[in-house]
């Protein structure tokens, strides 16, 4: 039987993927963060294809049936390779409380990480939702729909559903770690995803896919309510990862 690393050693394990995560060169970072942004956009285009069209007295078991296909976004980033700023929203802070890393590194990865998750989703929302119209036609209500409940909330409800989003997304990555095969680390991954896509917390990044495609496809939606969405959700996502998740097993396995 495969050796699972113990809680302490998935620390020291976690703290040093945040220091590569750091060391990457520039042009890595932007590559990556762009497929980490198309990815989780993917993941919600497929989610937004498979509850559009579904009948209304199915109720939830439409909603179960996208969130089933939305963690295909995060398997292709972990297991394919990709940048998502919400994994790293507690992985480099865990590499800097180990002191692996100074805080400029984990600032640098953030920013980057950020603005290339934007780019690749709004490229995904536009050439795929808006160009092609995937998000729109007999989509475009559940778009709109989507995209409104999550503007139509106040900053302090925006922050605390993104708390509640990343803690269960940086679970996923923490058990991804844990894994040491595929069938256990795809496992690790789907069910805390699907978990908080059938609460509906909210993903920065999924955000940056489904509100421009919802504008793109003509919701009375202003881009500055999308950035104040952008920056509540954003705040949320970092206290779930780098707090809830990282701090707390950092506190608690720590030496």
């Known amino acids: ?9 998935l620390l020291a394990y976690t703290a040093e993927k945040g220091k590569i995560k750091t060391e990457l060169p520039i042009l890595s970072m932007i590559l990556l963060g762009f497929l ?3 990815f989780i956009s993917l993941g919600y285009l497929a989610y937004l294809r498979v509850v559009a069209t579904m009948p209304a007295e199915l109720g939830g078991l439409s909603t179960f049936l996208g969130a089933a296909v939305f963690p295909i976004g995060l398997l292709a980033i972990l297991l394919g390779g990709g940048e ?22 984990w600032v640098r990865n953030w920013l980057w990480i950020s603005v290339m ?3 690749g989703a709004m490229a995904v929302a ?23 409940h999550k503007i139509h ?12 989003c990343n803690w269960l997304v940086c679970l996923a990555v923490w058990l991804c770690y844990l ?11 789907w069910f805390p995803i699907m978990i908080f896509v059938l609460i509906g917390f909210q993903h920065v ?51």
């Open 117 to 119: 998750n934007l780019l």
């Open 179 to 189: 894994a040491n095969d595929m069938a256990g680390k795809i496992l690790g991954i």
């Open 1 to 9: 039987m495969s050796h699972l690393l113990s809680p302490k050693e």
């Open 205 to 255: 990044v999924a955000n940056m896919f489904v509100i421009p495609a919802a504008i793109w496809g003509g919701a009375d939606i202003t881009w500055r309510q999308f950035v104040w969405n952008m920056i509540s959700v954003w705040i949320g996502n970092a206290i779930g990862g780098a707090v809830f998740v990282g701090g707390i097993y950092f506190l608690a396995y720590q030496k």
């Open 36 to 38: 980490g942004g198309a």
């Open 126 to 148: 536009y050439a795929f939702g808006h160009y092609l119209g995937l998000t729109e036609g007999a989509y475009l209500a559940k778009t709109i729909a989507t995209a409104e």
């Open 153 to 164: 909330v106040s900053f302090g409800q925006a922050v605390v559903s993104g708390i509640g």
């Open 84 to 105: 998502l700023i919400t994994g790293n929203m507690m992985v480099v802070p865990v590499a800097r409380f180990a002191n692996k890393i100074n805080t400029w590194a």
